[in-house]
């Protein structure tokens, strides 16, 4: 059927984009290469209107709606997925039908959610699970890829305990999506520590508090690190002091030298680089917090 074979074609090769990318994909240079489909391109998504189907297929249910990265992705969770909204209009103008249409046909679908502006986060397959005219909204819920790695198909996952702890996941995975996005504009992409400048190898660091819980996305509570100086950060190998000072573990200081080791250690007592705006640079009572644990877990 050509409907779900433009779906697999463009789920396909939105894979092989998130593998190149990493993460988040940007629409310039990634997702405007739009997908290949029996001789033609096709576009991913619409930026403007958030609802999506492409002028190739012939079935009536939208291809991929959007979350724009100002919207909070977390305030619009419930246990069964996500409330997305109508567009303005009636229900029956043509891409709420689409959006509608996704839900009586039950068809898998890209949901994108924005992370800063210019990229995004695909989250696929998802499904239209539920619709309420009169509320204007519907329930979007994410689905699973099933069988052979190399020739996947999407599937609703029927299951309510496996639906719910999926729909647990994909929160947290977008709430961070969309953390990270905040947090790497604020330090120019760029690791506090080491100044490495490369957004595929750099993680939105959080100093405490857990993200889901908190919902605490504010800038200052993080802090752009590349994968070692996180990964060392979050193992107590290297704390940060309330003024911004790198700390390197005892064991680590003590240890045999070794180039490896000089990416942690070379760093010992010098300053890490923060944001200049006021609102964006770490907290100090935070890192005070965090910054007590190490001292704790590297005496
Ligand atoms: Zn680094």
Not at 213 to 221: C, I, K, L
Request: aromatic letters at 8%.
């Amino acid at each position: 059927m050509r409907d779900e074979d433009v779906r697999a074609s463009c789920f396909a090769q939105l894979s092989i984009l998130c593998a190149e990318f990493g993460e988040d994909v940007p629409y310039l240079g990634g997702l405007d290469r739009k997908f290949a489909f029996r001789g033609q391109r096709i576009p991913y998504l619409n930026r403007q209107k958030g609802i999506y189907r492409a002028a190739a297929q012939r079935g009536p249910a939208a291809l991929s709606i959007q979350t724009s990265y100002k919207s909070p992705y977390g305030d619009t969770v419930t246990d069964e997925g996500v409330v997305y909204a109508y567009r303005a209009g009636s229900p029956e103008q043509s891409d709420n039908r689409a959006l509608r249409a996704a839900f009586e046909l039950q068809v898998p679908l890209v949901h994108f959610v924005g992370t800063r502006p210019g990229w995004y986060r695909p989250n696929f397959p998802c499904y239209v699970t539920a619709d309420d005219a009169s509320g204007r909204v519907v329930m979007v819920t994410p689905g699973r890829m099933v069988g052979p790695l190399d020739d996947p198909e999407p599937a609703r996952v029927k299951d309510p305990i496996e639906r719910r702890y999926l729909v647990r996941e994909t929160r947290v995975r977008m709430h961070q999506a969309q953390f990270r996005g905040r947090i790497l504009p604020a330090y120019l992409d760029r690791c506090a520590i080491c100044q490495l400048k490369e957004a595929r190898l750099l993680d939105a660091a959080h100093i405490v508090g857990d993200l889901e819980r908190t919902g605490e996305a504010v800038v200052s509570n993080g802090m752009s690190l590349c994968s070692i100086h996180h990964r060392a950060f979050d193992q107590y190998l290297l704390g940060i002091s309330p003024d911004y000072k790198v700390e390197i573990s005892r064991r680590l200081l003590d240890d045999e030298d070794g180039p490896m080791l000089d990416l942690l250690k070379g760093h010992q007592g010098r300053e890490i680089q923060v944001p200049e705006r006021k609102a964006w640079k770490p907290d100090r009572e935070r890192l005070a917090v965090r910054f007590e644990r190490f001292l704790e877990r590297a005496a």
